[in-house]
């Protein structure tokens, strides 16, 4: 067993070398890693008690909050496998995620109960034990987990070999990101793909133990969990945990805390860059301003770096976390790069042929080393499709220079990132797609000044139909999340297609 590679033993390494040293700092609660490490106890027992064992899936839909992370080091300790879920999902979202991973738990937040309650959870093969964090619903099956854990208090989990993760390989997570046919996909990722991620994430960050880092990035994504959260407790450092984004707290709780390390997507910062000057606080404990998600523009920059916001860029997915990372001076010197590889990995960049494209060459990135993913879950197929000969195939076009600094040019699929979110066309396309009076539907990411990227609908409708943009907009609802909605329409009478008869997507967006 091999204990330094297991997120629950840092945990508990750190609560007994510095037991009153603050890990979480969350709505004015401060929890010491002495108290983290018992939370971690409790819930295990917990966890015990539902018949949880090594293997099974445990799956929350919960928001930012210390329950959260309770859980997610509880599995880890358990050998049980962690399924966070987008929160901001809807109900038919949320019955392929569940049918998909099979979880032999589910824990959600009381907020989101509507979207829950529209699946009859308890009518599941095989069965579900549900649990709510926050008040217990009428729902009878449904166990309130704030009081179902605090039952075991002062109790540790029993552990046997044939429980605890005893190879590093072993399945810590799985994380879904879309696919790009618009069938989410679960990335396994395993213990040791999180340790070398920490150790790629503790360079890029500089971090020590003294770092104060704020965190309101949705902790079900790669970039809350793997890039902050995680680090963090592995250098026994402090996380200030915001259950959402606001620019107002986020300024007061920099100077309050003396926060050092922060992230944030482009639509972050173009939002904090919103708040007038004098609504504002003191910015300089800030060591590392870091943004990752999409691509950053040189105008951003220089407004974020006037205001005291300097900061690095980070690239990646979730099936590898960090892949490219590039400093501030590098800005100055590469305008456009998003940066060189992170210190734990191979990132190459492939030609059509398969072999390393000469700098300046146009190519697909790719990686391989211990920051991969193992598969998709219960996906052979796209599994194959991903990794070949080694190699996890990012889906990312661009070129390196003479330096070894990526250029990225474009994706080799239609996914686009709004507001840090990823949007894959195929999946809404297909939405659109029933209804009655659409003859055809073509969705492309087009730039947009608060949301990074927004989608464009493009649509041809039946003869004789009379359909609105407001029609469109209303089918939906209740079937994909907010996000991924497109925020234009244009109807049109032909699309400009290939020989094979392909839409070609760039040639609808050209002036």
Known sequence: ???????????????????????IIFEEQTICYGDLCKRADRTSCWLQSKGIEKGDRVAVMLDNCPQFIDIFLACARLGAIFVPINFRITGLELDYFIKNSRPRLFVYGDAFTPVVNSLN??????????SVVGDKTDNTPVSNFNVETAKFDGQKAFITMSLGPENPEEPQVIMY?????????????????????????DIFFELHSSDMMLTFLPLFHSGGLFIQAAPIFYKGATIVLHRSFNPLKIYADIEKYQITKFLGVPTVYRELLKVP?????????????????EKLTEGLIEKCTAAGLAFRQIMGQTETSILLWSSEEDFLKKPGTVGRPVFHAEVSILDDQGK??????????????SIMMKEYWQDPVKTRETIKNGYLHTGDLARMDEDGFFFLVGRAGDMYISGGE???????????????????????????EKWGEIGHAFIIKKPGSSLKDEDVIALCHGKLAKYKWPRKITFKKQFPLTSLGKIKKKDLIKP
């Not at 330094?4 to 603050?22: F, G, V, Y």
């Not at 879309?178 to 999180?194: D, N, Q």
């Not at 894959?424 to 009076?437: C, F, N, R």
Request: aromatic share 6%; net charge neutral; glycine share 10%.
């Open 1 to 23: 067993m091999i204990k330094s590679m297991n997120i629950a033993w840092w945990i508990q390494r750190w609560a007994e070398l510095h037991p009153d040293k603050p890990a």
């Open 121 to 130: 959870l308890a009518g599941y093969l095989p069965p579900i034990v549900i």
């Open 177 to 201: 990101t879309s696919g790009t046919i618009g069938k989410p996909k679960g990335a396994v990722l395993s213990h040791r793909k999180t340790f070398f991620n920490c150790l790629n994430a």
């Open 277 to 293: 000057p004098e609504n504002r606080a003191d910015l300089s404990s800030l060591k590392v301003c870091a943004g990752g998600g």
């Open 356 to 369: 390393v494209a000469k700098p300046g060459e146009i190519g697909e990135i790719v990686v391989r080393g």
């Open 422 to 448: 990823n949007v894959y066309p195929a999946e809404v396309e297909k939405i659109l797609k029933l209804h009655s009076d659409i003859e055809e539907v073509a969705i492309v990411g087009v730039p947009d």
